[in-house]
């Protein structure tokens, strides 16, 4: 009884989610901008009734009695078990916070993020101290109590709301040792690509045949249109549930290349969620396990996928039969282009190789601001540092595209920076698992694509949260995360 | 104090509203098909957890504290007064059915109106008469517990739901005078147009031309595109919310009248909900005054405006301009082509004059199911009478074009259909008096459209429910509502 009154009342929060997610898309695709007052105001309420249910005082009640020793309810299946848990989980993090902190962090990161949007273009890093510092200040109080019932260390509390069970001592020696590695590697390919000659693709390419193109790749990746369109955003995003899938993207008249990648990236994301098993999906469990894992997805297809020589052998006559001929949509040339490796100021802009350079700067940096060992002050001398370090590029003074460049810390979602490579490891991992299963991407891209996605619903959309992270890793790769597979395959893909 | 936390209160129920209606939107013009399942699960705890908040014990206690003798808040304006009764009314149709009742109602109408989408096809009344009998008793219990508690009879206390202050008391002597000269002004007008020669316009019309020139229009009738956009669905209708109105059309390729009279139709609904008080907007008195008020404006901009002839002078150059010249397309023919009056089976499809006819039969069928004087299996043979006495058609043995025609009873929907005779007769009036006031329509379109919405505006929009609506008819027009004016529309428009 008690754990059937969770899952009603658990699936009754996944709708609330389902219609805040499809009225969150509306906002950024739809709307017209005359509604925004309105529709924050309505989101709003929605967010605090979504809350309010989850913090409905009867839950408590059923968790113990599901818990009891004393339970005479039919026993859980262990499925049932896992799932029980992630609803404790949700449950949890929805109220081990006073409500007063929740407000003041939530009001102070609205405040830094509206301010950012105007105080970034205008390099105005003295505007923005006294709001980042508010926003800090209160992540440290949200780390320090969430690490009081957590038991956890402070940073390890943030990053645990991201990815479940990842902690610092794990991403510690991972980072170091890329670290080792990563800067020569940077150099060695910039070396090795300095005398390649790339053309650009000469547009301009109309909208509407780059959406045709979108909608041609994401059919070939396997989207299911019954479940899921594609719509126009100034910030790109995989948006909806996973019933009704919302791609969005952008796009460049001048630049075919931003598109389409953001198509392939997203559809990763997307197919994820069309893959997450149907009878779990309302609750807890059936979501996705981790924002490492979903960009591990999205990785697999933008990265491991779309970059791979076989995938642009079958892109470039799509490109053509779009745009018609030209030099420039060779496979050849479109593979460099691809592939082309530079060291730049910012993360979004960055390739495959120099990214993680972006990320665990930046995951230094945050965990030390958490743990309070840097200061909010400190932190562009502490940038340029470790950009130097890096990548050999100095930022002294240019706080537009350093430390202001990203909106995640405006808001106070300490934590995050770790996901995206970890992504990159994971899907470098299945990407190696894979073709150890089932052979080389060479002749399964060109001659049986359909393989790839089973083998991912297989090994990894099909569990959910089910199994934790590192379990599905170890289940579908045959063993945990190391940085191993990733570093061969940027020296496959990059020095050979 | 009780005053502004029972405006904070029904704050959230409009916020609430605001999400189900862009959801509900969203279902009907982007949501793919395989999306429909989980959406309408997830619309049902929405609806589910809205209810629970109107239902909200305090309100009781909020309620009563702002009207007890002894209450010593600040006095209320006379404006908030008013605003009080909304919220009160509002609340106690939330809340007056016991929710067995409410539950059994809405279960046995979903059942029915599932049937209905295939049983009317196939014809079926065998089929359809067990589901829609217990619909009718339901609707009967309904309307038994309203007036019970309204002090109302069964039928007005249906009415009172669509049409506040509406009773059959006044419907009854209003359509039985219409009943005295309709049928044979429906004779005369159809004698009178039989020599007519009239040009069909021939297509195809492309939809992005038909849309354009739809934009076209909304544009010239005032629609602000800040606060709204259209869009396509398979039943057209005006949804969203003021801030941000949705309209929808669909469009024939073969037949350009369609669209094009659906979004003008749908721009007058627009228009009025885009025309509300900014400062009641977000509470029961700023909503539209009831459904007969809102198909007078959306009548107003289909029937008055559109099809007089100063307007087809304005329109006919835009058809020519987007599908090219053609003799159908002169002002002329179109004016004869939009007030083709004949006879027809089916309401939706009706013209001006035959139209109330339709209304008078569904009010008189439905005022006695309710009352308990027709019983569900009599149905079709009242129907067959009704047409051929006020249309002088036989509906015998066809249900699909006759009883079974309308969605509305299928759901319990009684009390509805007279809203939109009504709403042709406010229409006529209001355009009368504003003739009366400014000037002829043949002056007003041709040189100074903008002055006719200002008069809506200031007259009926800005209104909101902030007055009752035969008051609001009476400070617009001069006198309470009438058939004299519509009638005068009629002969004038089809007999001179």
């Given at each position: 009884m008690s754990y059937s009154a969770l899952s009603q009342h658990f699936q009754q929060q996944y709708h609330l989610q389902h219609i805040a997610a499809i009225c969150g898309w509306d906002q950024a695709t739809m709307m017209p901008a005359g509604g925004n007052q309105a529709r924050a105001e309505a989101m709003s309420t929605l967010a605090v009734l979504s809350h309010q249910q989850l913090q409905d005082p009867r839950l408590a009640d059923w968790f113990a009695a599901a818990e009891s020793?004393?339970?005479?309810?039919p026993a859980l299946t262990a499925e049932q078990k896992i799932s029980l848990q992630a609803m404790q989980r949700q449950w949890r993090d929805a109220t081990m916070l006073p409500s007063d902190l929740v407000g003041a962090f939530s009001l102070a990161g609205s405040r830094c993020e509206h301010a950012w949007r105007s105080l970034r273009p205008a390099n105005d890093w003295a505007g923005f101290l006294p709001l980042f510092e508010e926003v800090l200040n209160l992540s440290r109080q949200v780390a320090a109590a969430r690490a009081e019932v957590l038991g956890l260390s402070r940073y390890d509390s943030l990053l645990e709301q991201f990815e479940?069970?990842?902690r610092t001592a794990t991403l510690d020696p991972l980072f170091d040792g890329v670290k080792q590695w990563l800067p020569s590697l940077i150099t060695e390919v910039q070396a090795k690509q300095a005398g390649d000659r790339v053309l650009q693709p000469q547009g301009s390419f109309a909208t509407a045949q780059q959406k045709a193109l979108g909608l041609e790749i994401m059919q070939l990746l396997g989207f299911d249109f019954n479940h899921g369109r594609l719509d126009v955003s100034v910030h790109p995003f995989c948006g909806g549930v996973s019933e009704d899938v919302r791609l969005t993207t952008r796009y460049d008249e001048q630049d075919v290349a931003q598109a389409l990648m953001g198509v392939i990236h997203e559809t990763g994301h997307a197919r994820y969620e069309q893959g997450l098993p149907a009878q779990w999906r309302s609750l807890p469990v059936g979501q996705a396990r981790s924002m490492g894992v979903h960009e591990s997805q999205s990785l697999f297809f933008e990265?491991?996928?779309?970059?791979?020589p076989a995938f642009i052998a079958k892109l470039a006559p799509l490109l053509v039969q779009q745009f018609g001929e030209q030099p420039a949509f060779s496979a050849d040339n479109l593979s460099k282009l691809y592939t082309r490796v530079k060291p730049g100021l910012i993360r979004v802009d960055a390739d495959e190789v120099t990214y993680p350079a972006h990320v665990m700067l930046r995951y230094e940096i945050e965990r030390d601001l958490i743990e309070g060992k840097l200061q909010a002050k400190d932190l562009p001398e502490r940038w340029d540092q470790l950009m130097q370090q890096y990548l050999g590029i100095s930022t002294q003074g240019n706080y537009k595209d350093g430390c202001m460049q990203d909106i995640h810390w405006t808001d106070g979602s300490f934590g995050y920076f770790p996901s995206y490579t970890l992504g990159a490891m994971y899907a470098a991992q299945q990407a190696q698992a894979m073709q150890t299963e089932l052979g080389s991407f060479d002749q399964l891209i060109s001659q049986d694509l359909p393989s790839v996605f089973d083998w991912l619903q297989h090994?990894?959309?099909?569990?959910a949260s089910l199994l934790e992270t590192d379990q599905l890793i170890t289940q579908a790769?045959?063993?945990?995360?190391?940085?191993n597979a990733f570093k061969l395959h940027l020296e496959q893909r990059y020095l050979r």
């Open positions: 020793p004393t339970n005479t309810e479940p069970g990842m990265m491991q996928l779309a970059r791979h090994n990894i959309w099909q569990h790769c045959g063993q945990p995360l190391t940085a």
